[in-house]
C-alpha cells in the first residue's frame, strides 16, 4: 500500500553506533527517507524543527530515554508514530511506552524482515490516519455553512439560524419545497456538530414500503417473520450517537408516527420480534416539502409528534425568492463541471433565468448547467442554450383575462410576472441596454432600475 517510500520520513534513535547505522543503511536501501539521532535529548531537538512519519527509538538511552522522550511529543501533541525497540529484560518499560501511545514495540535482537514488516505496517497505518483526517477536513468544508451557497437576505437570515442551531441537541424540522437543498442543510447540520465525527444516516420516508419501513428503521430479532433468517440492525441503530436524517416525514403513516413518537420520548426501541429495548443516542432532523399544521387539521398527521419535531424550525427559500442569489448558483455549478471560475452567459440568457420562477429549485438550476455543459456552446451561453420553457416564460401574458376562474384569482403575481416579463423583454430589444428600454417603455431611467431592482432583476443590461 506504500507508494510513496521516497516520501516516508523516518528518524532513528539509538544510543548504539552500529544499531543506529545498521538501521539507517536497511531502511535507505527500502527506498525510505532516514535521518539518525544518538540519545533523546537530540532525537526531540529534530522532531521540534522538522517533520517526520516514524520515529525508531530505543528506549534505554542517556540524557533521555525512549520513554521521556515519547512524553515529550506527546506533550508538545506532534503528530508522528512511534516505535521502540527494546532488549528482551526491558518489555515491562515497553509496555509503558504502548499506553503513552507508542504504535508497538520490537526486542532485540530482531530480524531484519520482522522490522520491515513492522515498519510497513506503521506507515500503512499513519497514511490511512492521514487520509482520513483530510477526508474529515474536506467533508467539514464541503458541509460547512460557508458552502450553502446564497447572499440574499433570505438565505444570509437561515444561515445565522443554523450556526446557533449546530452545537445544540436540538430536534430540528426542515421545511421547504423539493430541490431546494433539505438533505444539505441536514448534513451541514451535523458536521457542525459534537456528533460530526459519528454517522449521518439518511432515510426517505416515502421511499420505503409501508410493510418494510418499521423492519428498515428499528431493525428485527431472527424468526420475526418469514425469511428473518439472522437479526438484523435497523437504521435507527445504525444512526445511534450520530444524526438520523428522516425525509419527507409527511410521508410517514400514522401508525409508524406513534412508534417514533415514543422513541423520542423513551429514548430507546425494540426492534420486531423482539424483547429487549434497546437505548438510543441520536440527534433527529426532519424535512418535509408538505404543510404539517394542514396535515394536523386533516388528521394525517399526530399535532403531539409534531411539536416534538419542530424544536427549531427552518425554512428554506425557494429560489424564485432569491433571485438575486441566481448568478453566484450558476458559477459555483459551472466551477464544479468544468473547473473555471465563471460561466460565460449573455445578458439576455441572464435575464431569462432571472425572471423564470424555478418549479424545480436550485435542483432544476444545477441540472439546467449541467446539461448545457453536456451539450456544449461556442464561447458563451446564450438563449438558443436554454430549454423551451425558459425561453417561452411569459408568452400570452399581455392577453386580457375573460373570466375569472371559479376557485378565485391572486391578481399581484400576475401583476409582478407580467410587470417582469415586459421589462425583461424591453432589454432584449434594446441589446440589455436600460435607458434605451426606458425610453421603449416610456418610463424614466430610474424607474426602470427600481422597477428591475424590485422584481429581483438586479443590474441587468447597462446603462447606455
Known amino acids: 500500500m506504500i507508494a510513496h517510500k521516497a516520501q516516508a520520513k523516518i528518524l532513528v534513535v539509538d544510543d548504539e553506533t552500529s544499531m543506529r547505522e545498521l538501521l539507517v543503511i536497511m531502511l535507505q536501501r527500502e527506498g525510505y527517507q532516514v535521518d539518525q539521532a544518538e540519545n533523546g535529548s537530540a532525537a526531540l531537538e529534530k522532531v521540534i524543527a522538522g517533520s517526520y512519519d516514524l520515529i525508531i527509538s530505543d528506549i534505554q538511552m542517556p540524557k533521555m530515554t525512549g520513554i521521556e522522550l515519547l512524553r515529550q511529543i506527546r506533550q508538545r501533541e506532534i503528530e508522528v508514530t512511534v516505535m521502540m525497540i527494546t532488549a528482551f529484560s526491558s518489555t ?23 522490522i520491515r514488516l513492522v515498519i510497513k505496517n506503521a506507515l500503512e497505518r499513519k497514511q490511512l490516519q492521514t487520509e482520513n483526517r483530510q477526508l474529515k477536513q474536506q467533508l467539514g468544508e464541503r458541509f460547512s455553512f460557508q458552502r450553502l451557497i446564497g447572499n440574499s437576505p433570505a438565505m444570509s437570515k437561515m444561515i445565522s439560524l443554523l450556526e446557533r442551531v449546530a452545537p445544540s441537541q436540538a430536534n430540528v424540522l426542515i421545511s421547504g419545497e423539493s430541490g431546494t437543498g433539505k438533505e444539505l442543510v441536514a448534513r451541514a447540520l451535523h458536521m457542525n456538530s459534537e456528533r460530526k465525527n459519528h454517522p449521518f444516516v439518511p432515510i426517505n420516508c416515502g421511499a420505503i414500503p409501508e410493510n418494510l419501513l418499521e423492519s428498515e428503521l428499528f431493525g428485527h430479532e431472527k424468526g420475526a417473520f418469514t425469511g428473518a433468517d439472522k437479526r438484523k440492525d435497523g437504521l435507527f441503530e445504525s444512526a445511534n450517537q450520530g444524526t438520523l436524517f428522516l425525509d419527507e416525514i409527511g410521508e410517514l403513516p400514522m401508525s409508524m408516527q406513534v412508534k417514533l413518537l415514543r422513541v423520542l420520548q423513551e429514548r430507546e426501541f425494540r426492534r420486531v420480534g423482539g424483547t429487549k429495548n434497546v437505548p438510543l443516542d441520536i440527534r433527529l432532523v426532519t424535512a418535509t416539502n408538505r404543510d404539517l399544521s394542514e396535515m394536523i387539521r386533516a388528521g394525517s398527521f399526530r399535532e403531539d409528534l409534531f411539536y416534538r419535531l419542530n424544536v427549531v424550525s427552518v425554512e428554506l427559500p425557494a429560489l424564485r425568492e432569491r433571485r438575486e442569489d441566481i448568478p453566484l448558483l450558476l458559477n459555483c455549478f459551472y466551477n464544479r463541471q468544468t473547473g ?6 449573455s445578458m439576455d440568457a441572464l435575464s431569462l433565468l432571472m425572471s423564470y420562477p424555478w418549479p424545480g429549485n436550485v435542483r432544476e438550476l444545477e441540472n439546467l448547467v449541467e446539461r448545457c455543459v453536456v451539450l456544449g456552446w461556442d464561447e458563451q451561453l446564450t438563449i438558443d442554450c436554454l430549454p423551451d420553457q425558459i425561453r417561452n416564460q411569459g408568452q400570452g401574458l399581455c392577453a386580457a383575462i375573460e373570466e375569472l376562474p371559479d376557485e378565485g384569482f391572486e391578481l399581484e403575481p400576475w401583476l409582478e410576472q407580467l410587470e417582469r416579463s415586459v421589462l425583461l423583454k424591453a432589454l432584449q430589444q434594446s ?8 425610453e421603449m417603455l416610456g418610463i424614466s431611467f430610474r424607474s426602470i432600475r427600481y422597477r428591475l431592482s424590485k422584481l429581483g432583476v438586479g443590474e441587468s443590461g447597462s446603462d447606455d
Open 92 to 114: 515491562e518499560e515497553a509496555v509503558e511506552a504502548m499506553k503513552l501511545g507508542a504504535y508497538d514495540y520490537i526486542t532485540k535482537p530482531f530480524k531484519n524482515d520482522e
Open 431 to 438: 441589446g440589455g441596454v436600460r435607458k434605451k428600454a426606458a
Open 340 to 345: 473555471a471560475d465563471e460561466l460565460p452567459i
